[in-house]
Each structure stands twice: as C-alpha cells, then as structure tokens.
C-alpha cells in the first residue's frame, strides 16, 4: 500500500469531519438554549419569550438540516476509505454508531418537525417536552459518537480473535463508560453551549448596535451570557479531566502535547511557550510553570509523566513484545484446530502488543524479517507531529480562558448592571462569534491529530486502515467532497444571514403589544433603563 494513498484518505477524512463539525457545536448548544427560552415562556407566559424560542429555533434548524447533510457522508467513508478498519474493529466501532441512529437520532429527527409544526397544535408544555427532547436527542448523538471516537483512543472492552483475524466486543458496559469517551463527551458538548453562547450574543449584540429587537437582543444576551458562564468554566474543567485520562491512556499524545522530551521529576512543570524541535528533541526557550504538569496528569506531587525519549524506548520493547505474539499467530493461523497449547499462551501473554508489531508493515511485509533499525523507525513513529500539536493546544486553551472573561463581564453586566452594555463590549460581542469554531476545530485536531499513528491507539495503524484505492480515486472524490461541502457551507451563511437581518418574524403583534403594556408598567414604577452607547 502506497503512503499516498493513506495520507490522501486521512486528508479526505479529516476534511469531511472538520467541515462536519463547523454544525455539530451550534446544533449541540443551540437546541438547549432554545429550550430554556421555552421553559421561561411556559412558567412566565411572555409572548416576547415564546418570540425568542420561535426565532432562534429557526437558526438552530437551519444549522441541524446542514449538519445531518455532512454527517451522513461521513458514515458511509469508514467503508469507502477505511475498509480493512471497517472488517477489523466494525464489530466494537458500529455497536454505538447504531446506536445513535436508532435511539438518538430517530428522538432528533421525529421530534424537530413536532418543534417546528406543533405550536398551535400542542399545548405550551407539550410544546415545551418536545424542545427538551430535540435538545437531549442532539446530545445524546453526540453521547454515542464520542463512545465510538472514546473507544478509538481507548479501546477497552474487546480482544483480539485469532481465530477471525479481527477485533471483537467482550464488554459493551466498558465501552459505553470508557473514562476517555466520558470525559470527551462532557468536553464536547461544553465547547458546543459556549459555540451557541457566544453566536447568540453576537447575534443580539449586533441587533442592538443597529437599534432592532432590542428587547429580544437583552434578554438573549442575559441567557446567554449566564449559560456560557457555565459552560465555559466546564470546558476548563472537563479539559483538565481529559488532560489526567490522557496520563494513563495515551501517554504520547500528553507528551507531544507538551513537547516532554525528557522525563521529569515528579511533578513535572507545565511549558507555557516555547519552540519544540523535533530533530534536537528539545524546546528552545521554553517559559516553564513548575508542578503543573504534574497535578494535571497525575493529580499528585510524587508521580512522574513519561517523556518522548522514555516512551519511544517503551515502544521498542513493545514491538519486540508484538512480534512474539505475530509469530504465534502465523502458527495459529497455519495449524488452526492442531495449534499446541504453549503457542496459544505464547500468544494471550503478548496479544496486547500485537499491533505494535504492525507498525513494521510500513517497512517489511513480514514483520519478522525486521531489522533492529527498522525497529527503531517504527518506535520513532508513534511520535505525532509535536510543533502542530502544542502550539493548537495553547492556542485553544488560550481562547477558552478568553472565552470564560467574555461571559463573565456580559453576565456581570446583564445581571447587575441591569443590561446597559457599551458599543465596545457590543461590538466585540460580534467580533468573537467565530472564535469558538476555532477553538472546537483545534480541539478536534489535538485529538486526532494527537493520536497518529494509530486509528485505534495500540491496536491498529493507520498505514494499515485504508481500502485500496487509487491516488486517482481520492483525488477526485477529495475535489468533490471540498466542492459539495463549500457549497452546503455557503448555503449554511447565506441563510443564516438571511434570517439574522430578517430577524424575528412571527408572533410580532402580540409580542409589540405586550411589550408596549411591559413599558408603560416599568416607566410608572421608575424600572426602565435605556441600553448604554
């Protein structure tokens, strides 16, 4: 198999899923803010609330339409692109992809159209339970998504079968609750309230910078700014867990993240900046915070956090280790029912090694034939690409913190200054409304990226994944799938922009009329304060 055609289908892929996950984030976070617009307006009866639910349930379904388009492509790509890792882990991987298209997929979609069509035909708390269920639906696709991506990097709860050359489940239980596909959920969906968050303060920023909706735009920044609040200092959070999951589960990836070349003594310092050299294995000018790293991944001041150079030397050790576990499988292949028991043990004592002794096919086609140089090529592989991945990992972080000061001065403001926010703060509102799609891409990117060069970490390299095909092939479904998504994605803007300048369109009457009773109460009692310029 020639690297080019691996490569070719990691880009096609990596393109198909970033471009995917441009709508997942605002689906995630916009379909539980709507859901709490509603619930205010079922407990409080304000037509201005119900006004609110109405309009940001269209933005919010324009974006899910979009998002299904993108996704769908996606799902049939593991067979097109990635054939051998469709036979060799589809039993673990497709359990909670079906998943998700029976049970949360199927709740999504049937009650999206009961959202949309149901107002005058439902009561408000019918109407209300089918919001909440559009939005326990969204993230409950994103629930098994992430168990299947969780399993990925730590495939716990299956084993290797000799007998049938691929990967089989031997508990769904430790799939569904693998710590990694936990803590990427609560991450994921975290990033995608603040995505929502910040677009509906942006949003209702700009409406009040032009003098429309202004009512709407305050109350939508109120909700949204505390919301965010919270999902912002989750994201942090929930980061941090994923930081300590990754001390135990993908040593590596935590290592290139950080640019550990070398081991440290516990507890190691955390690199604030610096410049990683992969050829020098070292960081030139490194800015170190001490004890840092170490609470972070080991939550303890006495454990140590592998460098590169240490877990590439474990790597040797394990390829050796795989290669006895290869061997014994080639026995068991050619003797099948007459294998001797000794060779069967031979191989359960090694079998968790066995894909390292993969990572040779790249050099040999047999990969007992290795040489102890290309050993040591193979070890020196499992290092992802460390410039990329640290500097995507500082700069997501940075824009996090960026994002939890945002949501703490707009929720200070519309809490306790009673909503009188300035043209600045306004303006910067509408400024930042794209820079949580660059912080969930470069998350994704930590993610994936992080794990290479494995499509299941430990167990199957990515040099072996991908179908036969021609450069030919990919080159011409890359073309198409870039064109089709720009064009979904233009589409995406341009109605959502429609919509936005449009602004809320329905129940106007009644919500004017009530407004107008709203502020003839407030000017009598001395309440109504005007928005700041």
Do not use: C
């Amino acid at each position: 198999m020639h690297i080019d055609v691996v490569e070719l289908s990691r880009l096609q892929f990596a393109m198909t899923a970033m471009y995917h996950f441009l709508f997942v984030p605002l689906t995630l976070g916009l379909s539980i803010l709507v859901a709490i617009m509603e619930t205010v307006y079922v407990m409080t009866n304000r037509p201005i609330w119900r006004q609110m639910t109405k309009f940001w349930g269209t933005l919010f379904g324009i974006n899910f339409v979009l998002g299904v388009a993108t996704g769908i492509t996606m799902e049939f790509q593991f067979g097109m692109n990635w054939s051998y890792y469709s036979h060799y882990v589809g039993d673990i991987f497709g359990a909670p992809l079906a998943v998700e298209g029976l049970m949360a997929f199927f709740l999504e979609a049937t009650f999206v159209g009961l959202f949309f069509f149901g107002w005058n035909k439902m009561s408000k708390v019918a109407h209300m339970i089918v919001t909440w269920l559009v939005a326990i639906g969204s993230n409950f696709s994103a629930l098994w998504i992430l168990i299947a991506n969780g399993w990925m990097q730590n495939p716990v709860g299956a084993a290797f079968n000799p007998e049938s050359m691929r990967m089989e489940m031997t508990s769904f239980f430790d799939v569904v609750f693998n710590e990694v596909a936990q803590a990427k959920f609560v991450h994921t969906v975290s990033a995608g309230y603040v995505t929502a968050s910040v677009f509906v303060m942006g949003v209702a920023a700009w409406y009040m910078l032009k003098g429309r909706h202004i009512e709407l735009a305050r109350r939508s920044i109120a909700v949204a700014s505390a919301f965010g609040l919270a999902a912002s200092l989750s994201v942090v959070v929930l980061g941090d867990e994923s930081g300590y999951s990754a001390s135990h589960t993908q040593k590596m990836k935590l290592a290139a993240i950080e640019a550990m070349w070398e081991t440290h003594d516990a507890p190691a310092p955390f690199t604030l900046i610096g410049i990683p050299d992969r050829e020098a294995r070292e960081t030139h000018y490194a800015v170190e915070v001490p004890w840092v790293m170490g609470l972070i991944g080991t939550r303890s001041l006495t454990k140590k956090i592998p460098g590169i150079n240490e877990l590439v030397a474990q790597a040797q050790d394990k390829i050796r280790s795989g290669l006895i576990a290869y061997d014994a499988l080639m026995t068991i292949r050619a003797e099948r029912a007459n294998t001797p028991a000794e060779v069967r043990a031979t191989f359960e004592e090694h079998s968790a090694d066995l894909g390292f002794a993969f990572l040779l096919k790249r050099y040999v086609d047999d990969p007992r034939t290795a040489t102890e140089e290309q050993i040591a090529m193979a070890a020196n592989d499992t290092v992802p690409g460390v410039g990329p991945l640290f500097w995507a990992f500082r700069l997501m972080v940075g824009l996090g913190f960026g994002f939890i000061a945002v949501m703490i001065y707009f929720a200070v403001t519309a809490n306790l200054r009673g909503m009188r926010f300035p043209r600045w703060a306004l303006r910067l509102a509408v400024i930042i409304i794209p820079f949580p799609w660059i912080a969930a891409e470069l998350g994704w990117f930590v993610a994936e990226f992080g794990r290479q060069p494995w499509t299941v970490d430990g167990v199957l390299p990515t040099v072996l994944s991908a179908s036969r095909l021609s450069v030919a092939d990919l080159l011409i479904t890359l073309a198409g799938f870039v064109t089709l998504y720009t064009v979904l994605f233009i589409i995406e803007m341009g109605l959502m922009i429609k919509y936005i300048r449009k602004g809320p369109y329905e129940d106007v009457e009644e919500t004017e009329i009530w407004m107008a009773r709203h502020e003839d109460r407030l000017k009598h009692s001395g309440g109504l304060a005007e928005p700041a310029e």
